[in-house]
């Protein structure tokens, strides 16, 4: 008995060192690949859809806040109104400065802004009233801007009896590519607190 278990024993370390046969090592093989062919497709999808979901959630965030812009400047405004291009102008109050080293006298100060969509992207620009020309660089509010012209349907500016300014954005939910399919609609409509109802000038300072 004691000889046939050394013998047993002999053997089994004997096939340990000898490894896996060939056909064990295909078998492995084989097993391992139909494991990863269900698993990685799988894994990819998932990585696919987390990525577009952050992308879509990205775009979402960027109208946002293009739109809160949109809203600051309209709510501080004191002018208000579309020219024949299209162009959406606003003379917007801030704060406040002294007339004068010497007499205390509380001045509004202003700004004059413009909004325009061009290539799909919401485009600002701005200056002091005194300024006399516009500045000729417009800088990046959003881009992907579907309606991406103030003549589209539907159009992206409207302005009411020069009190109310008027938003619809439709914005592409993936900006990776020209594809706008199933674009994200966000809209408001802001009344600019110190817009007379009658305006007897729309240029006013901002001409």
Known sequence: MKRFRQSVIRRRQAGFELGFTLIEVMITSALLLVVLAIVLPQLSTSITNFDNARVRSDASDAAQVAMDQIQHDVVSSNVLYIDAGGIVHLQVFGGSVSSSTTVVTAVPMSNCVEYQV??????RRSKLPA??????????????????TQTGTPSVFSVTQNRSLAVTLWVKADTRTVNAANPSLFTTTVTGRAIPK???STTGACA
């Open 131 to 148: 300024a006399a020309t516009w500045p000729a660089g417009w800088s990046t509010v959003i881009t992907g801007v579907v309606n991406s």
């Open 118 to 123: 061009s290539g799909g992207t919401l485009q």
């Open 198 to 200: 009658n305006p007897s």
